[in-house]
T-cell receptor, first 115, second 111 residues
Framework: GAGVSQSPSNKVTEKGKDVELRCDPI?????LYWYRQSLGQGLEFLIY????????KSGLPSDRFSAERTGGSVSTLTIQRTQQEDSAVYLC?????????????FGPGTRLTVL | GENVEQHPSTLSVQEGDSAVIKCTYS??????FPWYKQELGKGPQLIID?????GEKKDQRIAVTLNKTAKHFSLHITETQPEDSAVYFC??????????FGKGTRLSVIA
C-alpha cells in the first residue's frame, strides 16, 4: 500500500511569504507527527495529532507556525511570514495509534528554502 | 520531560568492523526505545526497537541493549557493509507520549 506522502517535495520562497506544506498519512493511521530537520541536524519535534486534535502545540517554534488536520487524514503545516531560519526539511510521520510503540512511518519530507 | 543524548555524532568504520552507537535518557518512566535509520534524501525508518522488559534484542546483524539502571541503551551493528552508511537516531518514550529523538549519528562505512 501507499506510504506517507508529502507535497511539495521542494519549495523555494521569498522571505515574508506564507507557505503551506501538505502531508497525506497512511490510511487508517490516527496519529500524525510533524518534525523539522535542519541541515545535518536531528529531528526537531513540532506537533502531533491524535485524530484531528493537537493536544500540545508548545513544540511549534513561533506563532508564525500553525498546523491543522481535517477528517482524520490530511494535515497541513502553514508557516506565515517566512524567515531564512525556517529553511529546513519538514518531515511528516504517521502511526496506527498515538502510543509510542506503534511504528512511525515517515514521508520523504518537504525541503523548504527561504531566500 | 524526557531528554535523549546520543553519541557519537559521527562514526567512521572499516567495512566488516562493528559499530556501536550509545544513547542515554533522563526519564526513568520511559519504557520504549526504538532506533531509526535515515538514508540520504529519505525519511527515517524503524530498524529495531526494545521495550524495558528485556535487556537485549537481535535482528541479524543489528542488536540493541538496554540498561535501565544506568538509563542507557546502545545499537550494535556487526559486519558493517557500505549500505549501513546512514544517519541513525535513537528515541525514547514512556509509551503514551510522542517519541523523543536523539540528535543522530552519521555512520560512514568505508569500503
Amino acid at each position: 500500500g501507499a506510504g506517507v506522502s508529502q507535497s511539495p517535495s521542494n519549495k523555494v520562497t521569498e522571505k515574508g511569504k506564507d507557505v503551506e506544506l501538505r502531508c497525506d498519512p497512511i490510511s487508517g493511521h490516527t496519529a500524525l507527527y510533524w518534525y523539522r530537520q535542519s541541515l545535518g541536524q536531528g529531528l526537531e519535534f513540532l506537533i502531533y495529532f491524535q485524530g484531528n486534535s493537537a493536544p500540545d502545540k508548545s513544540g511549534l517554534p513561533s506563532d508564525r507556525f500553525s498546523a491543522e488536520r481535517t477528517g482524520g487524514s490530511v494535515s497541513t503545516l502553514t508557516i506565515q511570514r517566512t524567515q531564512q531560519e525556517d529553511s529546513a526539511v519538514y518531515l511528516c510521520a504517521s502511526s496506527l495509534e498515538l502510543a509510542a510503540y506503534n511504528e512511525q512511518f515517515f514521508g520523504p519530507g518537504t525541503r523548504l528554502t527561504v531566500l | 520531560g524526557e531528554n535523549v543524548e546520543q553519541h557519537p555524532s559521527t562514526l567512521s568504520v572499516q567495512e566488516g568492523d562493528s559499530a556501536v552507537i550509545k544513547c542515554t535518557y533522563s526519564d526513568s518512566a520511559s519504557n520504549y526505545f526504538p532506533w531509526y535509520k535515515q538514508e540520504l534524501g529519505k525519511g527515517p525508518q524503524l530498524i529495531i526497537d526494545i521495550r524495558s522488559n528485556v535487556g537485549e534484542k537481535k535482528d541479524q546483524r543489528i542488536a540493541v541493549t538496554l540498561n535501565k539502571t544506568a538509563k542507557h541503551f546502545s545499537l550494535h551493528i556487526t559486519e558493517t557493509q557500505p549500505e549501513d552508511s546512514a544517519v541513525y537516531f535513537c528515541a525514547a518514550s514512556e509509551g503514551n507520549t510522542p517519541l523523543v529523538f536523539g540528535k543522530g549519528t552519521r555512520l560512514s562505512v568505508i569500503a
